[in-house]
C-alpha cells in the first residue's frame, strides 16, 4: 500500500526533529578563561558569569622549573605556582565555587615563558617525572580546592612518546586518586607542537576531556570561513575530542570577536559542534569590562 502524503510528511518531521536534537546534544554550554598570567590584579570576582553555563577558570601557570627570575631551571616535574597568588588565593577559589556553583577551577601546566626564556617541557626520565609531578601536582591541587588540569606546554626537549607518556600517565593517575574530574590540552598549529599533542592524544585521547585549541595562534584578520575550515581540520587531528572555539582578548591573531568569531560559533552551534568557548585571558578582557565573556556566555546559554 503506497503511503499518504500526510504519513510520509510526519514521517518527515519526526525525523528531521530527531536529526535536530542529535545536533543539539553535541553542543555545550562550557565556557573557559585563563587567569593570573600577566599579573594585572584580576580576580575570580571580577568576571561577569552567567548562571546558564558552566564556567572554568585555568589558573596559569604551574610550571615545572624554579622559581628564581633570573636563572630558572627545569625540576623534572617538581610543579611551582607562577600565576598572581596575591589575588588569585585558595580561599578566592572556595569563595567563587561558593557563590557560583557552576564555577569550577583548573590549572594549566607550562605555558610559553618562564623567566627570560622559554617553558621547555624537559623530564629526566618518565617515571622521575611522573612520580615528581603526581606528588607536586596533588598538592597545590588539594591546597586550592581544584577540579581539573590543563595541558599548556609549547616548547619540547624530548620526543613526543615520552611527552605522551608523561602527561597521558600523569592525567590518568590523578584521575584514578581523584585528584581531579577532568582535563584538557592546549595544542596550536606548529608542527613540533601538533607532533607531540597527537602522538599524546592517539594513546591517551581517551582520559582528555576538552581540546583547548589556540585558534587565535592562526594570522590576525582569519575570516569566517578559514576559521570554519581549520575547526574542522582540528576535528579530524583530535578525532572524537570536544574541540573548543577559541579568541584572544586584544584580538592579535586568529579571528576576532570584532570580525566574525560569534557569527562562526552560531554556524557551529546549527551544527551541533559548538562544545563550549575558551579565552585567552581575563588580563587582557579586565580593560575591556569583559564584554566579549558576556557575549560568548549568552551566546552558550541559549
Given at each position: 500500500?503506497?503511503?499518504s502524503?500526510?504519513?510520509?510528511i510526519?514521517?518527515?518531521?519526526?525525523q528531521?526533529?530527531i536529526?535536530?536534537?542529535?545536533s543539539?546534544?553535541?553542543?555545550?554550554?562550557?565556557?573557559?578563561?585563563?587567569?593570573?598570567?600577566?599579573?594585572?590584579?584580576?580576580?575570580f570576582?571580577?568576571?561577569?558569569?552567567?548562571?546558564?553555563?558552566?564556567?572554568?577558570?585555568?589558573?596559569?601557570?604551574?610550571?615545572?622549573?624554579?622559581?628564581?627570575?633570573?636563572?630558572?631551571?627545569?625540576?623534572?616535574?617538581?610543579?611551582?605556582?607562577?600565576?598572581?597568588?596575591?589575588?588569585?588565593?585558595?580561599?578566592?577559589?572556595?569563595?567563587?565555587?561558593?557563590?557560583?556553583?557552576?564555577?569550577?577551577?583548573?590549572?594549566?601546566?607550562?605555558?610559553?615563558?618562564?623567566?627570560?626564556?622559554?617553558?621547555?617541557?624537559?623530564?629526566?626520565?618518565?617515571?622521575?617525572?611522573?612520580?615528581?609531578?603526581?606528588s607536586?601536582?596533588?598538592?597545590?591541587?588539594?591546597?586550592?580546592?581544584?577540579?581539573?588540569?590543563?595541558?599548556?606546554?609549547?616548547?619540547?626537549?624530548t620526543?613526543?612518546?615520552t611527552?605522551?607518556?608523561c602527561?597521558?600517565k600523569?592525567?590518568?593517575?590523578?584521575?584514578?586518586?581523584?585528584?581531579?574530574?577532568?582535563?584538557?590540552?592546549?595544542?596550536?598549529?606548529d608542527?613540533?607542537?601538533?607532533?607531540?599533542?597527537?602522538?599524546?592524544?592517539?594513546?591517551?585521547?581517551?582520559?582528555?576531556?576538552?581540546?583547548?585549541?589556540?585558534f587565535?595562534?592562526?594570522?590576525?584578520g582569519?575570516?569566517?570561513?578559514?576559521?570554519?575550515?581549520?575547526?574542522?581540520?582540528?576535528?579530524s587531528?583530535?578525532?572524537?575530542?570536544?574541540?573548543?572555539?577559541?579568541?584572544?582578548?586584544?584580538?592579535s591573531?586568529?579571528?576576532?570577536?570584532?570580525?566574525?568569531?560569534?557569527?562562526?560559533?552560531?554556524?557551529?552551534?546549527?551544527?551541533?559542534n559548538?562544545?563550549?568557548?575558551?579565552?585567552?585571558?581575563?588580563?587582557d578582557?579586565?580593560?575591556?569590562?569583559f564584554?566579549?565573556?558576556?557575549?560568548?556566555?549568552?551566546?552558550?546559554?541559549i
Amino acid at each position: 500500500m503506497a503511503l499518504s502524503k500526510l504519513t510520509i510528511i510526519t514521517i518527515f518531521i519526526f525525523q528531521a526533529l530527531i536529526f535536530s536534537a542529535q545536533s543539539a546534544s553535541n553542543n555545550s554550554n562550557l565556557f573557559r578563561e585563563y587567569i593570573g598570567a600577566e599579573f594585572k590584579n584580576v580576580k575570580f570576582s571580577d568576571l561577569p558569569i552567567h548562571s546558564g553555563v558552566e564556567f572554568h577558570f585555568i589558573l596559569s601557570f604551574a610550571i615545572d622549573y624554579t622559581t628564581s627570575s633570573s636563572s630558572a631551571s627545569p625540576t623534572n616535574g617538581e610543579f611551582n605556582i607562577f600565576w598572581d597568588t596575591d589575588n588569585l588565593t585558595p580561599s578566592q577559589v572556595s569563595a567563587i565555587k561558593t557563590k557560583h556553583p557552576n564555577v569550577k577551577v583548573a590549572l594549566s601546566l607550562g605555558g610559553d615563558s618562564v623567566g627570560n626564556g622559554y617553558a621547555y617541557f624537559n623530564p629526566s626520565s618518565i617515571n622521575s617525572w611522573l612520580s615528581n609531578a603526581v606528588s607536586s601536582l596533588t598538592t597545590i591541587i588539594q591546597d586550592y580546592n581544584l577540579d581539573g588540569i590543563d595541558i599548556d606546554y609549547e616548547h619540547f626537549k624530548t620526543d613526543p612518546n615520552t611527552f605522551a607518556e608523561c602527561i597521558g600517565k600523569l592525567i590518568l593517575t590523578l584521575k584514578k586518586n581523584g585528584a581531579i574530574s577532568f582535563a584538557s590540552i592546549a595544542p596550536y598549529d606548529d608542527d613540533q607542537v601538533q607532533s607531540h599533542y597527537m602522538a599524546l592524544w592517539r594513546k591517551y585521547g581517551h582520559v582528555i576531556d576538552y581540546v583547548n585549541f589556540q585558534f587565535y595562534a592562526y594570522d590576525k584578520g582569519t575570516s569566517v570561513s578559514q576559521f570554519m575550515d581549520y575547526f574542522a581540520k582540528q576535528s579530524s587531528n583530535y578525532n572524537g575530542g570536544k574541540v573548543l572555539p577559541s579568541f584572544i582578548s586584544d584580538e592579535s591573531g586568529g579571528l576576532g570577536p570584532n570580525n566574525g568569531f560569534f557569527a562562526a560559533c552560531s554556524k557551529l552551534k546549527n551544527e551541533g559542534n559548538l562544545h563550549g568557548i575558551f579565552v585567552w585571558c581575563a588580563d587582557d578582557s579586565k580593560g575591556l569590562g569583559f564584554k566579549y565573556e558576556k557575549q560568548s556566555q549568552s551566546l552558550l546559554a541559549i
